[in-house]
Each structure stands twice: as C-alpha cells, then as structure tokens.
C-alpha cells in the first residue's frame, strides 16, 4: 500500500497553501493512507501555560472546520489527532476518517509532557491508558501519540498484537529532531512494523521552533526510508505489509517474554 507523511506549518495563513497542495501531491501519488501532524488545524496550543477555555473551543471549532473538507481526498484513509470535549472535559483525541463512515476515535493521549512549550497536562486531560490494535480492511495499525513513543513498552505490546503500521503524529521540536528519529527507529524494530510520523512546522505563537521531518521507517532494522523537508513536506512511499509480519519471526520480536 501507499502511505503519505507530512510536516505542516503551524500558522493558520500558512496552511491553506499547504493544504491544498498536499491534497494534489496525495491524488498524484495514489496514496491509500494520510498521517496528519498532532492537532495540526489550530496553532500549537499548550506553548502557554495560561489556559484559556475559549481557545480550545475555538480550536475544536477549527478542526471541525478542517476536516469537514477531508472529501476533496476522495475515499484515502486519513489519520491525525483532534482536540474534543467531553463531558466538560479537554482530550487530545486520535482519529481514523474514512469517506464512507467518517470520523473513528481510536485512541485518547494518555502520556502528557508538561514543560515549557509543552504544556499539555495544564491543558488537558490524560485519555484512557489504551493501546489496542485497530483493523482496517485486513491491516493491523498502532497508535502512538508524539511522547507516547518515549513509553517503548506499548511498542513491544504491539509487535505481540501484530501490527504492522505505528502511526506517531508529533508536535515536536527542531532542536530534537535527531533524537525523535532515533525514538522512531526504535519503534519500529520493537514493534516490527512501519512506523510513520507527520509533524508542525516554523514557529508558534510564543517562539516555539517545531521540527518537521515527518518520516517513514521500515520495521526490520529500522533504517529510515524517507524524511520530509521544509522544501518537499510531503513523503509517499510505497511499503510491503509482508516484511512487517515476517519481521515479527526475527530478533528481537520473536523473543519469548
């Protein structure tokens, strides 16, 4: 199948360019599958530690503004992360879309930074510490938000449920980008499986230098086959489902807990 990762600018005037450009790159390519960056349709929020409950409202009501266009990708499975409401309560919400049956919640962050730039448990709150396997049209595929991969465990718990795609959107920075690659690496052996990452670009509203470099790695020994650049943000690769199930025969996956 064909997969696609990006890097997307933080600023809302940015992106309509972007968007509409990537909406061109995916038809070109064919792409089957789309990963958007961590809450990639609002400026980054948590760079303050001043909670303002109208600016998640507003950046809900963006995001629902966002992917009310997710049609112009015409039927491509389209992953990312979301802020919702609940019961009066603030999460950071992954998602699947698909054409025929819409949005899909499939996983709530559970591990939250809480630092300058990143104030994520001040904003909101931590989901439910699931991490199950999700299936879409026979294709097993994990979910890791951004400090999630840190938590390698639930990288080796999914290579025993099989996946054979881990789906990691970030909010990272650039000062970090090698060892967020490294973490990725990591990933995907532990899991034995294709890990990508979509993630913000340029500055948010308080300075904060995200890092882009969306990426794909390949599950046997971990050897990146592609990053994203200011200059190509976009990435599509065609991957093998197979070397990621038979990756789970060969060391370290096959050792016995």
């Known amino acids: 199948m064909k997969v696609t990762v990006c890097e997307l600018p933080d600023k809302l005037e940015e992106l309509e360019e972007d ?4 909406v061109t790159h995916v038809k070109n390519e064919k792409s089957d599958l789309i990963l958007l960056p961590e ?5 980054w929020i948590a760079d303050t530690d001043q909670v303002d409950p109208y600016i998640w409202k507003e950046a809900v009501l963006a995001h629902e503004k966002w992917t009310s266009r997710f049609n112009s990708f015409e039927g491509i499975l389209i992953f990312g992360t979301r802020p919702v409401i609940k019961t009066g309560r603030r999460f950071n919400e992954g998602f699947i879309w698909k054409q025929e049956t819409g949005f899909m919640d499939v996983h709530t962050k559970y591990y939250l930074p809480n630092e300058q730039g990143f104030w994520e448990s001040t904003w909101y709150e931590r989901g439910e510490k699931n991490f199950s396997t ?5 294709v097993y595929i994990g979910f890791l938000i951004c400090t999630e991969l840190w938590f390698t465990e639930h990288a080796r718990a999914y ?18 980008v090698d060892k967020w690659i490294l973490a990725g690496r990591i990933a995907a052996i532990m899991s034995g499986a294709y890990c990508l990452s979509s993630n913000h670009r340029g500055y948010s509203n308080q300075g904060v230098k995200f890092g882009g470099k969306g990426w794909i790695i390949e599950p046997e020994n971990g050897k990146v086959l592609g990053t994203t650049t200011p200059e190509q943000p976009f990435l599509t690769l065609e991957i093998d489902l197979k070397i990621a199930e038979n990756a789970k025969k060969t060391y370290p996956r096959d050792v016995l807990e």
């Open 19 to 22: 968007w509409q450009a990537l």
């Open 39 to 43: 809450m990639p349709f609002y400026p």
């Open 134 to 138: 999700i299936v879409l049209n026979d």
């Open 159 to 176: 290579a025993k449920q099989g996946i054979q795609i881990l789906l990691c959107p970030r909010a990272s920075l650039f000062s970090t």
